[in-house]
Structures are given as C-alpha cells and as structure tokens.
C-alpha cells in the first residue's frame, strides 16, 4: 500500500517544454488534488478533483491542465514551462472525514 | 473570495514554552480544517483534523480549536520541544466542491 505516488522526483526542463507530471494513489480515495510550493511559501492549489470524469481549477490553474479519466490517477500536465513554474509540486488525496494524504513532492526547475 | 491566514509568519521560542498558532479563514461553510507539519524539504505530514461540528481535538501536546462563527482556528502546543522545529499549515476544506485551501504556514523554531 503506496498511498500516494508521484513521478518524477526531480526535473530540469527548458522554457517552452512541456511535461506530465504523474500522480496515481491506491487508497481508492475520491478527491485529488495538485498544489504547488514556492520557496517560503504555503501551498496553492492548481486543480482539483472530486471524482473521475471530474475536475475543477484552483487558485493558480493558468498554464496548467489536467485530466481524471480512472480513481487511480491524475495526471498534471505544463504545457510551454516558464521560469514562474518552478516549484515542488505536491499530490495530495482525500476522502471526506479522512486526513489528507501527500505524495513525496516534484522538484521542477525550468532555465 | 475564500481565503486562509495564518499568523505568525514565523515564531522563535525557547524550550518549554507554550506556544498558539492562528488560522483565520474568510468563508464560514467549511466541511472540515486541518492542521499539518512540513521539515524542510519534504512533504506535509498530517496532525489533527477538525470537522465542522466539532469544536476541538487533541493529540499529545497538541490541541486544535474551531470557531466557525468567527472562522478562526488554533494549535496549541504545550511544553514545546526543539524537535517541534518546523512549518505549521493549516488547510480549510470547503462545503462548496471540494476545495481545499491552506495558509501560508507559521515557521516554529524552538531554541535549546
């Protein structure tokens, strides 16, 4: 039992690449969600889902997308990475009264 | 617009001392609010939950209030150790589609 698994742990991409950012959990849980973490700051959510077949943007969803086509994974895609978009990257899932649960993080850097 | 506060930005305490955390939030229909510890460079480790109906929980030297009226919530931790040395997040889960919203987190360092 994994819980939350994130993919890759760390990534250096060039500006205007593109990349997809893996999450996928085996708790079963309904919500998931994707916030990023500047240096010294909290974390802001970028999309969210309750469900598959469902998502809904969060505070900072601009140059982002994602998808949730199974319970089991959501997937964050950037599209044309900017140098704004470094950050660590955190998965978390959710199920109602349940604590969240958070994946281990993804250190992106894009020069 | 439904926003998360949390003050201090960071604390230094000597050892021993109690100490509270706040956390305000703008929109009073929450479902539940959480309180969480993140060490330097890893990932959010949950500590106490709260749901809308309850007015506090406890865990150990920890205690969490809820006041939904005045949309404020606390962590107290007692007797405060240097290994409580990290950044405490609150995150407000929201009655209206699931949204989870955090704080911007108190930075705790507890001297020796």
């Known amino acids: 039992n994994a819980g939350v698994t994130q993919t890759p742990k760390f990534r250096i991409l060039k500006i205007g690449q593109s990349m997809t950012l893996q999450c996928a959990q085996d708790?079963?849980?309904?919500?998931m969600y994707w916030y990023r973490q500047d240096p010294g700051m909290g974390l802001k959510l970028i999309y969210y889902s309750v469900g598959a077949g469902i998502t809904d943007k969060g505070e900072v969803p601009n140059g982002y997308n994602v998808s949730r086509s199974t319970t089991e994974d959501f997937p964050l895609r950037l599209e044309l990475a900017a140098p704004s978009q470094t950050s660590v990257y955190f998965c978390?899932?959710?199920?109602?009264?349940?604590?969240?649960?958070f994946g281990n993080g993804t250190r992106l850097t894009v020069t | 617009k439904q926003e998360v506060t949390q003050i201090p930005a960071a604390l230094s305490v000597p050892e021993g001392e109690n100490l509270v955390l706040n956390c305000s939030f703008t929109d009073s229909a929450i479902y539940n609010l959480q309180w969480f510890r993140q060490d330097p460079g890893k990932g959010l480790t949950s500590l106490l939950l709260i749901q809308s109906s309850q007015r506090e929980q406890t865990s150990g030297r920890l205690n969490a209030s809820l006041d939904k009226s005045s949309g404020r919530s606390t962590l107290y931790i007692a007797a405060s150790q240097p290994g409580d040395s990290a950044t405490y997040l609150c995150?407000?889960?929201?009655?209206?589609?699931?949204?989870?919203?955090f704080g911007q987190g108190t930075e705790l360092s507890v001297k020796p």
């Open positions: 995150a407000v889960f929201y009655n209206q589609g699931g949204k989870l919203i």
């Open positions: 978390a899932i959710g199920q109602g009264v349940s604590p969240l649960h």
């Open positions: 708790m079963n849980h309904n919500y």
